[in-house]
């Protein structure tokens, strides 16, 4: 006769040992997609390291230029006193620098929808 707990502890190991590489491979190969993809979005960032998160911004091409204002697809905005200006690298750019057909991303404020408070501005080489 066979004895159920000795058989039950020898199936459960058996199981285990089989059961458990599969996932540890699975965690691992998990680790390490989550590794590589952290460390390339990582290098991704270091070309354009914009000193301002873009959650929320919107794109366009400068259309018109009126002193302080700036038509952005055909709407006009305005520019906030304390408007941050960058290059896709980071470098501050002066207001007159910006020219019309001028690809833009800007975010404005969250009370007025006309006011830019941040801006990537991307410059014809």
Do not use: C
Not at 31 to 59: C, K, Q, R, Y
Request: hydrophobic share 45%; proline share 6%.
């Amino acid at each position: 006769m066979r004895d159920p707990v000795l058989h039950n502890r020898f199936r459960m190991s058996i199981v285990n040992s089989w059961g458990s590489q599969p996932l540890r491979v699975a965690t691992g190969m998990m680790w390490l997609g989550l590794a590589l993809a952290t460390g390339l979005a990582g290098l991704a960032m270091a070309d354009n390291e914009i000193p301002f998160t873009l959650v929320g911004a919107h794109s366009g091409t400068v259309t018109a230029i009126r002193g302080a204002s700036l038509d952005i697809n055909g709407k006009t905005f305005h520019l906030s006193p304390d408007a941050v200006i960058v290059d896709p690298q980071g470098q501050p750019v002066e207001a007159d620098a910006i020219g019309v057909s001028t690809e833009v991303k800007y975010v404005v404020k969250r009370d007025q929808a006309n006011k830019i408070v941040k801006m990537v501005v991307y410059l014809p080489r």
